[in-house]
């Protein structure tokens, strides 16, 4: 199995960027596709983005679509989110999940992922 592992998350002031970071441990991303999701207090957890690891095909929710751009790192088997433009709709607890291996098509529901990461905290002051 493989064990998805968050950092970069913090405090940033709205209007500013952050990166997180995905790592792999125990396996590698290799051939599976890797989402970002998060949760607010008060909210559900909702899709913000997905890479498939085998060809790079990226697809972003609506909310982000144009601030947030998620890549990978083949070399580091990691994977980013790069989150610019943040605004206090924002600031919540970032997940990133890995689906099982072979998995086709980039995932927007949680239970097509098998692999969770703890979450790491974005905060947004004004």
């Known amino acids: 199995q493989v064990q998805p592992v968050e950092s970069g998350g913090g405090l940033v002031q709205a209007g500013g960027s952050l990166r997180l970071s995905c790592a792999a441990s125990?396996?590698?991303?290799?051939?599976?596709?890797l989402g970002w999701f998060r949760r607010a207090p008060g909210k559900e957890r909702e899709f913000v983005a997905a890479i498939n690891w085998s060809d790079s095909s990226t697809y972003l929710a609506d909310s982000v679509k144009g601030r947030f751009t998620i890549s990978r790192d083949n070399a580091k088997n990691t994977v980013h989110l790069q989150m610019n433009s943040l605004t206090p709709d924002d600031p919540a607890v970032y997940y990133c999940?890995?689906?099982?291996?072979?998995?086709?098509?980039?995932?927007?529901?949680?239970?097509?992922?098998?692999?969770w990461g703890q979450g790491t905290q974005v905060t947004v002051s004004s």
């Open positions: 999940a890995a689906s099982s291996i072979g998995s086709r098509g980039l995932g927007t529901i949680s239970g097509w992922y098998t692999y």
């Open positions: 125990g396996r590698t991303f290799s051939s599976r596709a």
